[in-house]
C-alpha cells in the first residue's frame, strides 16, 4: 500500500466516491487530494484532501475529511492518508493542521488535541461556526502541530499488510481500468474523454 498525490485521470473516480460517500465538496479541485493504492494491484483504497482557507481574519489548513472505501476499513488506509495530508500541509507553510469532527477519539491517536472555540485564531473560529450550521452543534474543532503528528506503529503493520475484504477466494483481484489501458496518456489528454485523436 502508498499514499500518493491524485492526478487529473483520477477526477471522475474521486467524484464518484465522494458522491457513494454522501460527502460534501463545494470546492472540489482533485489537485488537493491523496489517494492510498495496493501496490500490487493499484486498486484504490481511500482518499482524503486538506483545504486552505484564505480568508479576511486569517489564514489556515483544514483536514477538510478522510474515507476509506468499505473493503478496507481497519487496516490503517486513513491514517496514512492523514499522514500524508499533513505532510503536504507542512511543506506548503502551515504548522498546524485544523479539522472539525464529532468524533474526536478517531483523531486523537494521531496527537490531533480538541481545542476550545475562544482559543481558536478568528478564521478558524468561523469556520467552526459554518461547519457547526451544516453537520451539528457537536462538531468540536481539533489541531496538530505538524511536528507532533504521528501514525502508531499498529496502523502502520496493518496498513503494510493490508487487503480488501472484498477479495475472490480464488486470489484473483480486480483490476481498475485506467485511461492508459486504453492508449490515453492522461496527462496529456487535452480533456477528460480525449481519445488521442
Known sequence: MYVRDAKNRDEVWLLDRIEEADIDDPA???RDYVIALDEETSRK???GRIRVHKTDAGEFCELAFVYTLPPWRQQ????HVIERLVSEASDEGYDTVYTFTRQPSYFTPFDFEPRETGDLPAAVRERLE???KERGEDVIAMAV???DFTV???????FKNASPADEPEDGEVPIEETAEDFGID???ATYKYDTGN
Open 45 to 47: 483504497a481511500g482518499f
Open 152 to 158: 502508531p506503529s499498529r496502523f502502520r503493520e496493518r
Open 145 to 147: 502541530h505538524a511536528d
Open 28 to 30: 472540489f479541485r482533485s
Open 186 to 188: 492522461a496527462d496529456e
Open 130 to 132: 459554518t461547519v457547526r
Open 76 to 79: 490503517g488506509v486513513a491514517a
